[in-house]
């Protein structure tokens, strides 16, 4: 029994041997007692997720079809992104905007998420996939919208308002964990981010490119409409809902729930092993985020790159993130455990930022950011995956929205203390504190989940 309470995921225990057996949750520390012909009909009606929707064919492979629009989305997605990422800096500069006034309106765009990711997540569980997606790619299409017609620093900072729903990573997440079966949760999300990584090379290039052929405006206006296109695939071929049945029962027998149910959202972060994630997650997440916000303005600073070079950087990084994330969670997943998938990769994150504090040119940077990028895939993808094992199938978007939550209170934090390290102490604090904090989580997770 102890065993089981020192994994990070809440799993179920069967013993399938006889007649009768007894499963246990340990999130519940409840029992119960279940004969195998109760077991078959339960299986029956609630039927394996990927049976329930239309599949295809590929290369010998059958894919589900709600699966691979969502993939579709989240490519379109992360490329409008990153599209209008890498024009924002050249923008704000040719706006006259410093480090540090940049670094609040970076602050500005992650408290905005913040307050929207938990919403978002309850949305998604009561009105359905469809709408929550279809709100995320509106929102995306307002504010990119908007920085397609800044020409002054107070419409950018109004640009960030409508991105409170900027959330399709987190509608896509959500979608794929109701149509996957659990025990492929983690493989799930890992392919997942193979179409965000795929995004997030197009993105930059394109970006970089437009950018420096035609103007920022520009940039910004293809992201906008590339995300009103995703609104019409939305509409077009994902379900109004992608929960079961037996799960969609449960919350018509409590229809009185409601989307801004802080005392729901406070349950759930109550629960030890979410809250225990979701701090680790904290911890090793804050210098990342201090880099990853200020890294356009290390990019022209410090290193004095234009904005196509600012491009393929982040493709790189893109590109390694999505080998990682894709292929390398799943071989790891299948061969170790959560646990000691989650040590190594914070013990690798800190050696990365050991040696980018003394980083000093871009060659030393792309070799600094590969074992960067390792740490951080491994840690977000088991991370994710063992928080909607903690909550029940009717709570899995509120989950994953304090997922998402806890990366906007990083980002809300990290543009303004980045700015002012970066102002202060110079490129090189970047490293050393996510080698201090790395490094600390390590030891906690070495003590905490030494069995």
Not at 157 to 176: E, K, N
Not at 219 to 233: K, N, Q, R, Y
Not at 334 to 344: A, D
Request: with cysteine; net charge positive.
């Amino acid at each position: 029994m102890s065993a089981q309470y020192t994994t990070i995921s809440s799993r179920r225990s069967v013993h399938e041997d006889q007649d009768e057996f007894y499963s246990y949750r340990s999130d519940s520390v409840t029992y119960e007692k279940h004969s195998m012909s109760e077991v078959k009909m339960k299986s029956q009606s609630d039927a394996p997720k990927m049976s329930q929707y239309r599949t295809l064919s590929l290369f010998g492979r059958t894919i589900n079809f709600v699966v691979l629009v969502t993939h579709i989305l989240i490519f379109l997605y992360a490329t409008c992104f990153w599209i209008q990422t890498g024009a924002l800096p050249y923008l704000t500069k040719k706006l006259g905007v410093d480090p540090v006034v940049y670094g609040y309106l970076q602050t500005t765009f992650a408290i905005v998420q913040l307050a929207g990711g938990p919403l978002f997540g309850r949305f998604g569980d009561l009105f359905g996939g469809r709408a929550a997606m279809s709100l995320a790619f509106v929102s995306a299409a307002l504010s990119y919208g908007l920085v397609s017609m800044a020409y002054s620093v107070p419409v950018l900072f109004l640009s960030r308002l409508p991105s409170v729903f900027l959330h399709a990573m987190q509608g896509g997440l959500m979608i794929v964990t109701d149509v996957v079966d659990s025990k492929d949760r983690a493989s799930a999300i890992g392919k997942l981010s193979i179409s965000y990584g795929l995004g997030m090379v197009i993105g930059p290039l394109i970006g970089g490119l437009t950018t420096k052929h035609v103007n920022e405006q520009f940039s910004a206006s293809l992201a906008c409409g590339g995300s009103l296109l995703c609104v019409l695939i939305v509409f077009l071929f994902i379900p109004k809902q992608t929960k079961r049945e037996s799960v969609l029962q449960k919350q018509d027998e409590r229809s009185g729930a409601s989307v801004f149910s802080v005392s729901k959202l406070l349950t759930l972060l109550s629960n030890p092993k979410a809250f225990f994630l979701l701090s680790v997650k904290m911890g090793t997440g804050i210098p990342i985020g201090i880099f990853q916000s200020m890294f356009a303005v290390v990019a022209m600073e410090t290193f004095k790159l234009p904005a196509d070079q600012n491009g393929y950087i982040m493709a790189y990084i893109g590109i390694l993130g999505m080998i990682v994330q894709g292929f390398g969670t799943s071989l790891m997943v299948s061969r170790f455990g959560e646990n000691s998938i989650l040590k190594l990769s914070t013990c690798i994150l800190a050696a990365a930022y050991l040696f980018l504090a003394f980083v000093t040119n871009i060659p030393m940077l792309l070799v600094a950011v590969f074992p960067l990028v390792i740490g951080l895939s491994l840690k977000n993808v088991v991370i994710t995956s063992a928080l909607t094992h903690t909550v029940s199938d009717a709570d899995t978007g509120a989950m994953l929205g304090l997922n998402m939550a806890t990366n906007s209170l990083i980002r809300s934090v990290s543009p303004t203390v980045g700015g002012l390290m970066l102002k202060n102490y110079g490129f090189p604090s970047f490293g050393t504190l996510g080698f201090v904090m790395s490094s600390t989580v390590a030891v906690i997770l070495f003590f905490k989940l030494k069995n």
